[in-house]
């Protein structure tokens, strides 16, 4: 078993920063790919970057040159740094694992507004 929890989000004026954080514990033996999604009301769950075992990243077009994917192997943690916001990034973000299964966090409220 895989615990994944979210942290970081919150309430920012657009063309503000936030840095979310997804720690992983439990069931760990080795480096897994990790990504982050959002999922806004009455829209489907979308990929906004994920990072592949040996570092890759891969991001939406939306969010290119605004955000980050990092990860600190020693901690099982992957960050997101967003920058830029806008309003449309307004969702719950979520956090994902892919081992032999997946895992999800419970997600985080990202609200841009002023």
């Known amino acids: 078993q895989v615990q994944l929890v979210e942290s970081g989000g919150g309430l920012v004026q657009p063309g503000g920063s936030l840095r979310l954080s997804c720690a992983a514990s439990?069931?760990?033996?080795?480096?897994?790919?990790m990504g982050w999604y959002r999922q806004s009301p009455g829209k489907q769950r979308e990929l906004v970057a994920d990072i592949t075992t040996g570092g890759s990243t891969n991001y939406a077009d939306s969010v290119k040159g605004r955000f980050t994917i990092s990860r600190d192997k020693t901690k099982n943690t992957v960050y997101l740094q967003m920058n830029s916001l806008l309003s449309e990034d307004t969702a719950v973000y979520y956090c994902?694992?892919?081992?032999?299964?997946?895992?999800w966090g419970q997600g985080t409220q990202v609200t841009v507004s002023s």
């Open positions: 439990g069931s760990i033996t080795r480096i897994y790919p």
């Open positions: 994902k694992m892919v081992t032999a299964r997946t895992y």
